[in-house]
């Protein structure tokens, strides 16, 4: 089946450094990726949809100079999170489609990010 | 707009119990529905999806759901749960592509 690997699993960074996040389709080449931010025993939001070779699509109250979204090939996006903050620690999962609007979402596991 | 609302944020059920997770949308339009599974620290697994025809969806490890129209609901079900289910589940609504996802509920499988 189709995979999507998220790297890293888990990082912990300084306040005010950045920290980058990388989604990789496997055996796929994913035409659209999607990164969700979730807060502990919340739900699963939206941030941005990011589509190969444009730019990425933010959601309402994300902010774009804050999460950085480069999907430079088909089987690769990357979120970077400049100058953390402890509030930015959060689960930030990403999920790939391998076609149009109808097709399948794979997810990653998940990167865990703490800001001290 | 559409949106999901998961009714149960927590379901404590003991093991060999049937259970069924609660799940209602909104839709002005045709929806696909999903549920997906969560262990913890870990991505998102589908367990089972409703695009279109039979309304009762059979899905992996033994759940299934059924899409109520008139209810607008779509309830998760498993007639005997094992310990190994105890995680996260969420319910999701498709909407141009993008999944919207519920507020998730939590099952916990006690022996």
């Known amino acids: 089946g189709a995979v999507v690997s998220q790297h890293p699993s888990w990082v912990i960074c300084k306040s005010g450094t950045s920290v980058k996040i990388e989604c990789r389709s496997l055996?796929?080449?994913?035409?659209?990726m999607f990164w969700y931010r979730q807060f502990p025993k919340q739900s699963l939001m939206l941030m941005a949809t990011s589509n190969e070779g444009s730019k990425a699509t933010y959601e309402q109250g994300v902010e774009k100079d804050k999460f950085l979204i480069n999907h430079a090939s088909l089987t690769l996006s990357t979120l970077t999170v400049t100058s953390a903050h402890p509030e930015d620690s959060s689960f930030y999962i990403c999920?790939?489609?391998?076609?149009?609007?109808?097709?399948?979402?794979?997810f990653g596991n998940g990167t865990r990010l703490t800001v001290t | 707009a559409q949106s999901v609302t998961q009714l149960d944020s927590q379901v404590p059920v003991f093991e060999e119990a049937p259970v069924e997770l609660r799940c209602n949308y909104s839709s002005s339009v045709s929806v696909y529905l999903f549920w997906y599974v969560q262990y913890p620290n870990q991505g998102l697994q589908l367990l089972l999806k409703y695009l279109s025809g039979s309304t009762l969806v059979k899905g992996i490890n033994g759940f299934e759901a059924e899409f109520n129209k008139s209810q607008t609901s779509f309830h998760l079900r498993k007639p005997s749960v094992h310990i190994s289910d105890t995680a996260e589940y969420f319910c999701a609504v498709r909407r141009y592509g993008k999944l919207i996802f519920g507020q998730g509920t939590e099952l916990s499988v006690k022996p």
């Open positions: 999920s790939a489609r391998d076609g149009g609007p109808n097709s399948p979402l794979h």
């Open positions: 055996d796929f080449q994913a035409t659209t």
